[in-house]
């Protein structure tokens, strides 16, 4: 029975009975104290350091786990479980003053030495954090007391503050680290209450939390939604409260209903077609470039994001530092692709395989790139997978040929320097080039670096970069607190409140 009906039947008993002046108390209730909020992928896993998927710190960052920094809807960064901290005039070694009182889940203290912990686990042989560059570049972690914490660095950093505030900095307590992919252990506002694998999460407000009272809603319920119409049918029927990055095939239906609030913002990410760059014949740059230029990126903007994105002919977004635009490069141009592929000695129609993993921009994307890759003699035969199976097969063991996937992080340029990576890009020329941007400081310097860097990995055809996102979140008009820009991929739960 829905709420309007409900209260329909007790007007009409309250003026069977004369009682109609009670009805306004006994209708309005106590204002909500929950939420349900969707997600389009379930992470395979809640210990952040353990998994590249962003879907983990969708869930669990700044909720369950916390960091020194807090990176805002802005882009700004502001103090969480360190207070304040100064930084020498050479921009190596960071003093963080901690929060006092802080207490993880379990009752065990928050102190240095959880940091400490934390940072080293994070470079520890075996580690699998994504971001482990960022602490194999702390020579030393110094604890003079419980609540200090001084990082002394190889090479200056001017993102640091940045990148501790990422999920992947998260602060772990010792001893739960063996369970925390299903039991995760934080400091965050809201604890793991139950995992319905395959459905939903439930996080419920910790009330041992140390601002606990400024924590609004007691219980959020995360739904996993991947298929585009059922998520539009779960939040016109009111079935969700806000969807944070939801497809926006829905968003004329979204506007045009007042029971909802449409929120337009900006991101950081890039949605590229990626290669594996040492299968042949995809190993020859002619052959990548091909590929690059048979795609009308317009085009798939159109077909996969509803038109809400901006090209992009890089590994890099508009706005940020040091951004040079490439859309000239590799630009779309079938018959140079054709001829290229031809330069390479490659017999057409070269098949490739394209796997999808399940967000709709993949899937409806595959379609228009595979349609276009037709018109320049490849045949892109599509195949979707799950989620679990991408990260298993495609990003771990490298089974493929191209695949379809947003990058969200905003600071992981240095992934083409990576070993291994999924794509299997080596080049020792970006590799020297990237080491000369982790030990420049002045901002002028690297900024022209980063320009090579992103005209070296268009060049090379990495991959086929497609666009910048535009993210679209879609709430109940009541719903206050949601992000409405996402430089990260984070739902702060403790912000959110009804009106």
């Not at 993102?159 to 992919?181: C, M, R």
């Not at 129609?349 to 228009?368: F, I, Q, S």
């Amino acid at each position: 029975m829905s709420l309007a009906i409900g209260r329909r039947d007790i007007a009409r008993a309250a003026a069977a009975f004369g009682a109609v002046l009670a009805l306004p108390v006994l209708a309005q209730g106590k204002k909500k104290d929950g939420a349900v909020i969707g997600m389009t992928l379930e992470p395979t896993g809640l210990d952040p350091s353990a998994g590249a998927a962003s879907a983990i710190g969708e869930v669990v960052h700044y909720n369950v786990f916390e960091t020194l920094t807090k990176i805002h809807s802005d882009g700004t960064i502001g103090p969480l479980l360190a207070q304040s901290w100064t930084v020498t005039p050479d921009n190596k070694t960071w003093a963080f003053t901690l929060r006092q009182g802080v207490k993880f889940h379990n009752g065990e203290p928050f102190n240095a030495h959880s940091v400490k912990f934390s940072y080293e686990r994070a470079v520890a042989q075996g580690s699998v954090n994504k971001d482990k560059a960022v602490f194999a570049n702390i020579l030393n972690i110094a604890t003079t007391d419980d609540h200090t914490a001084i990082l002394t660095l190889k090479h200056p950093n001017p993102d640091l503050l940045f990148q501790l505030g990422q999920t992947t900095a998260s602060i772990f307590e010792p001893k739960s680290v063996p369970t925390n992919n299903s039991q995760p252990v934080g400091t965050g506002p809201y604890k793991l209450e139950r995992w319905n694998k395959g459905s939903s999460i439930v996080l419920a407000r910790w009330d041992g939390y140390r601002d606990a009272k400024a924590v609004h809603l007691k219980r959020v319920t995360i739904r996993f939604i991947s298929d585009s119409a059922a998520q539009v049918a779960a939040l016109l029927s009111g079935d969700i409260d806000a969807f944070p990055r939801v497809d926006p095939r829905g968003v004329p239906q979204f506007r045009s209903d007042k029971r909802l609030q449409v929120l337009v913002g900006g991101s950081r990410a890039k949605t590229i077609m990626a290669m594996n760059n040492k299968r042949k014949p995809l190993d020859d740059v002619r052959v990548r470039r091909a590929i690059a230029m048979a795609i009308d990126r317009k085009a798939v903007i159109e077909g996969a994001a509803d038109g809400f994105g901006t090209p992009i002919g890089s590994f890099y977004t508009p706005g940020s530092p040091g951004y040079i635009d490439l859309t000239a490069v590799n630009a779309y141009a079938p018959e140079k692709s054709r001829a290229l592929l031809k330069e390479a000695g490659v017999t057409t129609p070269l098949e490739l395989t394209l796997k999808l993993p399940p967000p709709p921009y993949a899937r409806r994307g595959g379609e228009v790139i595979a349609a276009e890759l037709a018109k320049a003699g490849i045949n892109a035969k599509l195949e979707n997978v799950e989620w679990a199976q991408w990260l298993s097969g495609v990003y771990k063991d490298k089974a493929y040929d191209l695949t379809i996937v947003s990058h969200v992080e905003p600071l992981d340029f240095g992934n083409f320097a990576r070993p291994g990576y999924y794509w299997n890009y080596d080049s020792p020329k970006f590799n020297e080039l990237w080491a000369r941007i982790n030990t420049t400081a002045d901002t002028a310097q690297r900024n022209q670096l980063m320009a090579e860097a992103q005209r070296l990995v268009a060049d090379d055809a990495v991959a086929a970069y497609l666009y910048q996102p535009t993210w679209v979140t879609v709430a109940k008009a009541g719903l206050k607190g949601l992000w409405k820009d996402a430089p990260i991929f984070a739902n702060d739960l403790s912000a959110l409140s009804w009106q």
